[in-house]
């Protein structure tokens, strides 16, 4: 390498440690156009490019390096990350699969699996992987955070909340950590312990609209209208691959065929009906055979990509279902189970599925039961469950105000939760 070069890359190099890829990609480029097809700076290319988005073109500058050094680990696992990135696992799976064997103590690499197979859902595997990554480098925090994710996502509770604060003491000011281990201890009910983590959070990014709800849910902060959109999208999200199994097997539940069976001597054949708040389409086959048309609907990816591997449904809508519906159509049912506890004033949804309903349509739904004791004046409460409860009344008011007449309700069992039976209500409305 020329010292011409050598004085472009210094400077390249300076650009990246001050976060200015725009301006180290044009040097790169420049050079490459003059000639230059120097490792340092062929490899510098792909990096760069990899830190602006351009995946493809940063796997092209590691495609070069690799024909002459096909074993060069570093180059591998920059092609690699370059792929993960882009969403193509099973080929990044080949790669750091070759890394491990190249060099079994290359901890990152095993780490980066485990990360693909947590995606994909095989906790199992990424349990393995990351396990193996924590063993080579035991002090390093990311590591043992991310394999504490898994834990926590696998049920094991303790060796999670074990992992977390090895994180933290590792590294006091680690925020994915701190907020990872309050989020835990809210879970456990360990509040007090919890508060201080999430607090510690929220001074460092003050609108963490998970931190703040569940400080919100422990009473620490003024009880918010709803659940912020971003809480439930990350908290779904993160569950799509294991709802079923966990819901179904852990809290008994029941309430998709509950509702169904309240609903039917109310349904009618060749009806266009919406599932609100859908999820992985729980009870949607006990619609379908009632539906000419139907949609779901739900503010969680993962959970409508689960759904849609059903094919159930005729179309699934990513919307949040308080704000104005991206459709034009009418339903003759719209029914939501276990959706409306993410609300506590009901009347904007309301308002949207009376718009959405044909005149005399049908609206079914499940709400938790609130004793008029804990709800003061307001008629709903956020529980430390971080789900909302309502009151019969507040529920017959808001229906009222926006032109749905309450037809019948039942008290029910939604489901289990720390061994113990969640109460809640059934309503039918339909629209005046």
């Known amino acids: 390498m020329d010292a011409n070069t050598r004085r472009e890359l210094t400077s ?36 760069v490019k990899m830190e602006l988005g351009d995946f493809d073109e940063a796997v092209k500058s590691f495609e070069q390096l690799l024909l002459a050094h096909p074993n060069h680990v570093p180059t591998l696992y920059n092609m690699a990350r370059a792929l993960q990135m882009q969403g193509k696992n099973q080929d990044a799976l080949k790669i750091y699969a070759k890394i491990t064997s190249i060099d079994p103590n290359f901890f990152h690499a095993w780490n980066n699996l485990g990360l693909i197979y947590k995606e994909t859902g095989d906790l199992v595997r990424a349990k393995e992987m990351m396990e193996k990554a924590v063993a080579i480098a035991p002090d390093h925090a990311p590591l043992l955070n991310n394999l504490g994710v898994v834990m926590e996502m696998l049920g094991e509770l303790t060796k999670a909340k074990s992992l977390f604060e090895r994180a933290v003491a590792l590294k006091d000011n680690y925020f994915s950590a701190r907020f990872n281990l309050g989020c835990l201890l809210f879970r456990l009910g360990s509040f007090k312990e919890a508060e201080n983590h999430l607090l510690w959070v929220i001074s460092q990014e003050k609108d963490e609209p ?6 919100q849910a422990m009473g620490q902060m003024e009880e918010p209208r709803r659940a912020p959109v971003h809480y439930v999208q990350k908290t779904f999200d993160e569950w ?31 009806s266009h009906i919406m599932d609100l708040g859908c999820g992985t389409g729980l009870g949607a086959d006990l619609y379908r055979p009632l539906a000419s048309f139907l949609a ?17 449904y005729d179309a699934l809508y990513l919307h949040d279902i308080e704000k104005r ?6 339903f003759h049912v719209i029914y939501s189970a276990d959706c409306l506890c993410y609300f506590g004033d009901l ?55 926006v032109g749905l007449v309450p037809v019948t309700d039942r008290e029910v069992t939604l489901r289990k939760e720390a061994n113990s039976g969640v109460t809640g209500f059934l309503f039918c409305a339909k629209r005046a």
């Open 12 to 47: 390249v190099i300076g650009d990246i440690r001050s976060g200015r890829y725009q301006q180290a990609c044009k040097t790169l480029e420049e050079l490459v156009g003059k000639g230059s097809k120097h490792p340092e700076v062929i490899g510098l290319l792909g990096t």
């Open 210 to 215: 998970t931190a703040r709800f569940l400080l």
């Open 240 to 270: 799509a691959e294991q709802f079923e199994y966990k819901l179904v097997n852990e809290l008994e539940y029941k309430t998709p065929e509950k509702l169904f069976a309240f609903l039917k001597p109310h349904l009618k054949d060749d």
């Open 296 to 312: 779901g609907m739900d503010c969680s990816s993962k959970m409508l990509k689960k759904a849609k591997e059903k094919g159930i």
């Open 325 to 330: 519906w991206p459709l034009q159509q009418k």
């Open 347 to 401: 009347k904007v949804v309301f308002q949207r599925v009376r718009d959405a309903l044909h005149p005399g349509g049908i609206f079914g739904f499940s709400v938790e039961k609130a004793d008029t004791k804990e709800v003061g004046s307001k008629g709903f409460v956020l529980r430390r469950s971080s789900r909302y409860a309502h009151t019969r009344h507040y529920v017959e008011d808001c229906l009222k105000r």
